[in-house]
């Protein structure tokens, strides 16, 4: 895996006060490599410029998007002289959506970047590498969003309504007629869903829309005034004629309109089928869950009956399975509703030995009844900002193994080095490319304890 000159990243000032640097300057530049994020870096001056849209190689005019000391930020506005790696863009959006940042650069190179990157953090923050690297897991490069939130926002001014992503480095909307990444389901229904929002009688009443595709597609209306009953007509019988569910929500959590077919999705390698809510966290790539899911099983290769530490549960993404294969498993969660959901999953899959308890996993583990007996096998999945008070407390429970699931590598590394401190070994770690098109970087690692 390549590895960059930590050094190079910003070049020395020469001591000098500079003048600043105005947003919206105009410079020409020479990329010289990619930052972990992506972005092109160039320097001038004793300044270090991380430029969105640039290629290592290519000259290219930018505009600045804001200075602060050495660092410059800016975006790519011509592309000069272009690198032979760079493509053209599949979305007319690509270029000013702040969704997809990376749709300039293969799809390879896009893995390549996103496993340096994990490589340099573990190596940087932690002072670590893998004993052994795992191969990437990837899905369709495209057509695999099964989830999207849309911005709407009414200009009272122009007296007229923008629906779409938000602009890179910007509050401002980019109103879209397409999005490449979405499921095709979302991609058909798009462009009815944006017809009804525009023919709203009162749009300025809509806060945010959701769409959801799984085992039933669905709308979600975020709205932060009372619909008009012309405009609540208006969307069911778009979501009649669509054939999808439409939710509401307003000060309370989101309702169906109507009652139908459950919204879940499957998990077929298991014949699993797990129900959740708009406002439930789910993984938005579908392919990659699933493989993400089976990698999981087979570094942590419960046997049966042993038992298993699911934290940071969820709805039984890894519970489930996990009880599938034999494992008596322990999920544990943060959120209430999650919990019940995760109950709810486990009994309408018919499994018996899933178990599930809410908990504040910032609290010493020892002390809940669930945790007694301790656990051969620990699988963590926190948010971003990782499981340190968690981690700490990893060698009380007695597990051998280890897996660590991430959608922060930074604070993964941070764990890591504690997990290591505690006399465990990183065993293997590997890329988890749940967003394609995109610089954001999930990561799955296993650590394991001689016996």
Request: proline letters at 6%; charged letters at 20%.
């Amino acid at each position: 895996m390549a590895r960059r000159n930590s050094s190079l990243r910003f070049q020395p000032s020469g001591g000098e006060r500079k003048a600043p640097i105005p947003t919206g300057k105009k410079q020409r530049l020479d990329i010289q490599r990619l930052a972990n994020d992506g972005r092109g870096i160039a320097f001038v001056d004793g300044r270090t410029w991380f430029v969105e849209g640039a290629l290592p190689g290519e000259s290219i005019e930018a505009r600045v998007l804001g200075a602060r000391s050495q660092v410059v930020e800016a975006r790519t506005e011509r592309v000069i002289a272009p690198s032979a790696l760079r493509r053209e863009e599949p979305c007319i959006h690509a270029r000013v959506c702040g969704g997809c940042t990376l749709q300039h650069l293969p799809d390879d190179d896009q893995l390549t970047l996103k496993q340096r990157s994990l490589a340099e953090l573990l190596s940087r923050q932690a002072g670590i590498e893998p004993a052994q690297w795992a191969d990437p897991l990837s899905g369709p490069a495209f057509g695999y969003r099964r989830r999207a939130r849309l911005a709407v926002r009414w200009d009272q001014k122009a007296n007229r309504l923008a629906v779409g992503f938000r602009a890179s480095a910007s509050q401002d909307i980019v109103s879209i007629q397409e999005c490449h990444v979405l499921v095709r389901p979302l991609q058909t229904l798009l462009p009815a869903l944006l017809a009804v929002l525009h023919g709203l009688s009162r749009p300025q009443a809509i806060g945010h829309v959701e769409l959801f595709s799984g085992t039933a597609e669905a709308v979600m209306v975020r709205h932060t005034a009372p619909l008009a009953d012309i405009d609540l007509k208006a969307l069911q019988a778009f979501a009649d004629a669509q054939g999808v569910q439409l939710w509401l929500q307003g000060e309370g959590e989101p309702q169906p309109t109507a009652m139908g077919a459950a919204l879940g999705y499957r998990l077929p390698a298991w014949d699993l089928e797990l129900a959740w809510r708009p406002g439930d966290f789910i993984q938005v790539n579908a392919p990659v869950n699933e493989a993400m899911v089976a990698q999981a099983l087979d570094w942590l290769k419960p046997q049966p009956g042993e038992r298993v530490l699911d934290l940071f549960c969820g709805l039984g993404n890894f519970a489930l399975p996990l009880a599938r294969v034999g494992a008596e498993v322990v999920g544990v969660e943060g959120v209430a509703d999650m919990v019940e959901r995760a109950r709810t999953n486990a009994a309408h899959n018919g499994l018996e030995h899933a178990h599930f308890y809410q908990a504040d996993l910032s609290k010493p583990l020892l002390e809940a009844s669930w945790a007694k007996g301790g656990f051969p096998a620990v699988l963590l999945d926190p948010p971003r900002d990782g499981a340190f008070e968690v981690v700490k407390q990893i060698e009380t429970l007695g597990a051998a193994r280890v897996v660590y699931v991430s959608c922060n590598p930074s604070t993964l590394a941070r764990d890591a080095a504690e997990l290591i401190r505690q006399g465990y070994r990183l065993a293997r770690a590997g890329v988890l490319d749940m967003f394609p098109q995109t610089a954001h970087v999930e990561a799955m690692a296993l650590f394991e304890r001689p016996r």
